[in-house]
């Protein structure tokens, strides 16, 4: 029971950070975009298409979250794009309090879209309020169709289902119509994207979905 | 402060379980191996070519930890293998409590082999001691050839590591060499084996370590 109550104070504690953020996010109309998934599902990638395809016409920076190195920022600060790295070491996701450390470090009067890469986990991440608008649940179709019902916790969350990888769908059993069908029965009308980062496909309804959100965001 | 030393009293009332079914697995001279991996790296599938290259001439059991559902469990019983389910519900890894409670529903005198299929998590579950005799960790070529860099901790604790969906490697960018190289830089010696569960390729090297495994536990 002890352990149990304090697991819940330290998500209070979370939670009362994450609403300061969020505040302070909606005062400045900038579009926080939580990105969750698997290691390895494309996180990185989506983000390198994303601005390979939008240049310097999307002001946006990154809050990268990994156990150990620098590597996810580096690949993205090729791109010319403000990246802040979080290692956390053997922490299994990123909490409240990391992004308002995360935040001191970048001028958000000078981006529209912040995305925070969270540690590749399809668990913990789920159980942590960030402060953002939405969270992307990112899938890769090599991790199998079954996903929804196994972690349905992170399809709760979602707010958006990118479906990444249908490049290798065909050299696998993947059945996409399973795993929407498996995903809506967890959280119903939940948009899906279907991607590829190695081919491109799909990258433009990823790009049109984007935009909307950041102009609903200056309309508000 | 207050929420390290608990997490230190967790863990601690966990190695004492651990210890105790450690002890008890020895007694029996039973192989007990902990599979580690993100999600959809092929734990089942790898427990499933398991069953079709042994047949009946293994005897071996499996744990299956997930957050929700049965449908490992009910993958692994199609071959007429018994297995547990533990489901954690937001818990991302399984622990020596957990282990101890699904035991009893096993007559660990008819096994030669007990498989805990953990948590698709590459986190939490590297942290907790399930009393296993060793730890095998899964990575798929789709994952990416980063994991070990980013992942340490599941590395360090891993005395096998098994390379999966190689038959996809071709469609990707991932390189062996790097991962090998990245892999030995965090636990040198640490031996891997490269298996395709698809195409069946390398499954017997698989085979063939699992067996001398159980060999040297039969003799000690």
Request: proline residues 3%; glycine residues 6%; charged residues 25%.
């Amino acid at each position: 029971m002890k352990e149990i109550k304090l697991q819940k104070n330290v998500l209070s504690k979370n939670d009362v950070i994450a609403a300061e953020l969020r505040k302070q996010f909606t005062q400045k109309r900038l579009l926080v975009l939580n990105l969750l998934s698997s290691p390895g599902s494309g996180k990185t990638s989506l983000l390198e298409e994303t601005a390979k395809a939008l240049g310097s016409s999307l002001r946006f920076a990154v809050i990268e979250g990994d156990l150990q190195t620098e590597r996810d920022a580096d690949r993205i600060r090729k791109y010319g794009v403000k990246a802040v790295q979080i290692n956390t070491g053997r922490g299994c996701h990123l909490d409240a309090n990391m992004i308002a450390g995360a935040v001191t470090q970048l001028d958000l009067d000078s981006i529209d879209v912040l995305f925070i890469e969270n540690v590749g986990n399809l668990v913990c991440p789920a159980a942590y309020d960030l402060g953002e608008t939405a969270a992307v649940l990112l899938v890769s179709t090599t991790e199998g169709d079954d996903k929804p019902a196994k972690y349905p916790t992170a399809f709760l969350k979602a707010d958006l289902l990118v479906l990444n990888k249908i490049d290798l769908a065909p050299y696998t059993n993947f059945s996409t119509e399973r795993f929407r069908e498996d995903a809506a029965r967890i959280k119903p009308k939940l948009k899906m994207i279907e991607v590829s980062c190695t081919t491109g496909a799909g990258i433009d309804q990823w790009i049109q979905w984007l935009e909307e959100q950041i102009k609903a965001k200056k309309i508000l």
